[in-house]
């Protein structure tokens, strides 16, 4: 490519980044993306991952909080503090499991509804902004391209493709799953 020059980016990339250019700007592109939804999703009283939890329990209807663990890819700790977070703000509660008193169930409330339109709105402007002059089938094309890194990336870790109570209950992406994390 002589004679081109390179495109800035937002972050330095480093010479060592040549065995590995796909995997620096997946890095550069996440990072912008999780910035950019961190400032939309302000708007709504929300931090990143939250909005995933929201989105499952609005799809699935009340889950134990273990599920919501294992379906999004998170740890304990962090699912407790978003969930505590997410009643606090009104747009979850939580209650005993009837059928397991060690468990605690977790429902989206009427007030979270609201909410619900704020996050579909959110999430259709990150889509415009991140895929700003791309024409539709460009956008299938990349959405195709992506599906194939995740599976490849799922193959290598060993992760099951859908986690185990996703796939037993019906819930869940056929591609893969999401990680919930730093949800503050």
């Keep these: 490519m002589a004679g081109q020059a390179a495109k800035p980016t937002s972050v330095p990339v480093p010479s060592t980044a040549v065995y590995g250019p796909i995997s620096h700007a997946i890095f550069r592109i996440a990072r912008l993306h999780r910035m950019l939804a961190?400032?939309?999703?302000?708007?709504?009283?929300?931090?990143?991952?939250?909005?995933l939890v929201m989105m499952h329990?609005?799809?699935?209807?009340?889950?134990?909080?273990?599920e919501l663990v294992d379906v999004l890819d998170s740890d304990s700790a962090t699912m407790t503090r978003t969930?505590?977070?997410?009643?606090?703000?009104?747009?979850?509660?939580?209650?005993?499991?009837?059928?397991?008193?060690?468990?605690?169930?977790?429902?989206?409330?009427?007030?979270?509804?609201?909410?619900?339109?704020?996050?579909?709105?959110?999430?259709?402007?990150?889509?415009?902004?991140?895929?700003?002059g791309c024409p539709d089938v460009k956008?299938?094309?990349?959405?195709?391209?992506?599906?194939?890194?995740?599976?490849?990336?799922?193959?290598?870790?060993?992760?099951?493709p859908l986690p185990q109570s996703a796939a037993t209950t019906g819930s869940g992406r056929a591609a893969g799953h999401s990680t919930v994390t730093d949800t503050r």
């Design 83 to 132: 969930v505590q977070r997410l009643e606090r703000a009104g747009f979850v509660r939580r209650t005993p499991d009837p059928t397991d008193r060690r468990a605690t169930l977790v429902e989206a409330t009427a007030a979270s509804q609201a909410l619900r339109h704020q996050v579909c709105r959110i999430w259709q402007e990150l889509e415009e902004a991140t895929t700003a």
């Design 38 to 51: 961190g400032q939309l999703l302000r708007e709504a009283g929300l931090h990143p991952g939250q909005e």
């Design 57 to 66: 329990l609005w799809d699935s209807g009340p889950r134990r909080q273990a």
């Design 139 to 160: 956008r299938g094309e990349f959405l195709r391209t992506l599906e194939q890194l995740e599976c490849n990336l799922v193959t290598r870790t060993g992760r099951s």
